[in-house]
């Protein structure tokens, strides 16, 4: 069916006399397979259940600010980037639209804030963003950028208050922003302390995460006054936060470097879990900040943290600092990695009970490796490397478990190997205080200790690795057994003796290798041959005379005791000059 459509057709394009007189259209029609067209050439677009779909590239703007192609450029304004009308229909909305600069040279906050508040995907390409103020984040937003050459330079004007640089508000849950750097700045710009949030210092950090089930993914941070990205929720305007706010925070792929230089003390982390829950940490990366990573104390701060390396780690003179602290329990952490910190690599303070950690690298720290003040505490797989590096030898602890302040229970270290490779450490373990401690450190390799404990009480049990392999895998230990005449007579003479025996948990294996009777006196009944512990219960034992007749030999250890009773199969006594016996048997101890 062919319809005359030029005039309603124009009227539902909104095309205006002006595009109408620039070229005359023919007659149009719509053709049965639901195409617009015009002529063999000139296609529109289809009808689709009544509502016209306008093919793109048919399609002609005119008027201020377009060449009229959408496939030209489009005229750009006083702070825009000439761009295709193309283009910009097939990408996400981008920040540049909203009149952000991607050359630095004009102030985009107000831009960046724009886009961030539309509620639509939004994108920013590479280039510099200048950022004099904060971009407060209030809505959810769904923001990526081009990676690390998407730089948003904060620029707030030398001497004043700092400010975050970003702030995603707790009305804004469910934000993702992604793929861009943040450079904060606070080395050269000398901020003075911010008065936000009662001025409480945490406000201080370059990004502040506020919001519920918010996702920062592949973000970079340089420079922050305090910390590169602060995990916090303010109650109000005021210096009071909301403990265990924000939920289910998600922090991906994150780099930071010399973040807290403004801070003083100087505590700025990469990244700092302040009241956050239920959230996750994976892949950090900082170099040179006051900590890589704090989950700090009072505010609920919780979640499960794996993948963290810290290198060079900075030591405020006053406050030290840690590659990683841990102010609060119920956590998980895997997989830390610290390198030549300046101070101490990790720290459990007291309010972190009931923490879990696994596979910890700590290499050439300046101080002391590790610090325990956090009863309830289970560690696997952790290794310290030099601790005291640059300092006299012998000068600095491997690990220091405080019982100062508190007590100390249920440490268990499974798994701890002090090294020196490039210095040695003063003591392996070594107990600060004399307060009650309680827990073991099982599978220890302390030879990178001058001393490998010190202060240690009878409550605390150190498992060296080379027993605890011994017992594990059941080695073989030789042991000499006892003969003694069991029924009738006595033995008058000499009889050697080998034997080896074997635990493994509670099963004790017992190889007789030769009981070699030379001279039997007068022992003419069974002999009891003496074991290395005592059976639990009855167990029998099988064996043979191997020299002279070659019979065979049963026996029975008696439980609760440690005697293994043997004679021939038909009763008679197997205390026969000459006869070497051997057998084996396996029983549980007690």
Not at 200 to 213: C, E, K, M, R, Y
Not at 436 to 464: K, Q, R
Request: charged residues 15%.
């Amino acid at each position: 069916m062919i319809k005359s459509i030029l005039l309603p057709l124009a009227a539902a394009l909104g095309l205006h006399s002006v595009a109408i007189a620039h070229e005359a259209l023919p007659p149009g029609e719509i053709r049965t397979n639901g195409d617009i067209a015009f002529d063999k050439e000139l296609k529109l677009g289809k009808l689709e259940s009544n509502k016209i779909a306008i093919t793109p590239d048919a399609l002609q703007i005119f008027g201020s600010g377009s060449t009229g192609d959408i496939r030209a450029k489009s005229t750009p304004g006083a702070t825009g980037t000439s761009r295709r009308l193309q283009d910009r229909f097939a990408e996400r909305p981008s920040v540049i639209d909203y009149g952000a600069d991607p050359t630095g040279a004009a102030d985009s906050t107000a831009a960046f804030t724009a886009a961030l508040a539309s509620e639509s995907p939004v994108s920013a390409p590479c280039g510099t963003f200048r950022i004099d103020s904060t971009v407060e984040v209030t809505k959810r937003a769904d923001f990526r950028g081009a990676g690390t050459c998407t730089l948003l330079r904060f620029e707030l004007p030398t001497g004043l208050p700092v400010l975050p640089a970003i702030d995603i508000k707790s009305t804004a849950a469910g934000s993702s922003l992604q793929s861009f750097r943040v450079d904060h700045q606070a080395h050269v710009r000398f901020y003075k302390p911010n008065t936000i949030y009662g001025g409480n210092t945490i406000a201080s950090s370059a990004i502040l995460v506020q919001s519920d089930d918010t996702s920062l993914s592949q973000v970079t941070v340089d420079n922050a006054y305090d910390n590169g990205i602060a995990v916090v929720r303010f109650a109000g305007k005021g210096f009071e936060f909301t403990p265990g706010s924000p939920k289910r925070y998600s922090l991906k792929t994150i780099r930071t470097s010399y973040c807290g230089v403004g801070s003083t003390p100087k505590a700025g982390a990469g990244i700092d879990v302040g009241t956050g829950s239920y959230g996750t940490v994976d892949d950090l990366v900082d170099i040179g900040s006051y900590g890589a990573f704090i989950l700090d104390v009072g505010g609920g701060g919780q979640g499960a943290f794996s993948n963290m390396t810290g290198i060079s780690t900075k030591a405020d003179p006053n406050y030290h600092s840690y590659t990683f602290y841990v102010g609060s329990g119920n956590s998980t952490f895997t997989n830390l990695y610290s390198q030549e910190a300046e101070h101490s690599a990790l720290w459990l303070d007291g309010f972190a009970g009931r923490t879990t950690m696994s596979n910890i690298i700590i290499k050439a720290p300046k101080s002391v490796g590790v610090q325990i003040k956090a009863g309830d505490t289970t560690i696997s797989n952790l290794i310290v490397n030099s601790a005291g590096y640059t300092r006299s030898p012998g000068s600095v602890d491997a690990v220091q478990l405080d019982s100062t302040a508190n007590k100390l229970s249920n440490v268990l270290i499974n798994g701890l190997s002090v090294q020196n490779e490039f210095s040695t450490a003063r003591y392996g373990i070594n107990r600060l205080g004399s307060g009650p401690l309680t827990g073991a450190v099982v599978n220890a390799t302390l030879s990178g200790a001058a001393t490998a404990t010190n202060n240690l009480p009878d409550t605390f049990a150190v498992v060296d690795g080379a027993v605890l392999s011994s017992v594990l895998t059941g080695a073989w230990t030789s042991y000499t057994p006892t003969v003694a005449c069991a029924t009738r007579g006595q033995f008058l003479a000499k009889v050697a003796t080998a034997a080896q025996f074997r635990r493994v948990g509670k099963t004790v294996s017992v190889n007789l290798s030769a009981i070699s009777i030379m001279d039997r006196g007068t022992c003419t009944g069974a002999i009891n041959v003496s074991l290395p512990s005592n059976a639990a219960t009855r167990t029998t034992f099988s064996g043979q005379e191997t020299s002279v007749s070659g019979v065979a030999l049963v026996g029975v250890i008696f439980e609760e005791t440690s005697n293994l009773q043997i004679k021939h199969t038909d009763g008679t006594t197997p205390a026969v000059n000459g006869y070497v016996l051997t057998g084996r048997t396996e029983y549980q101890a007690q």
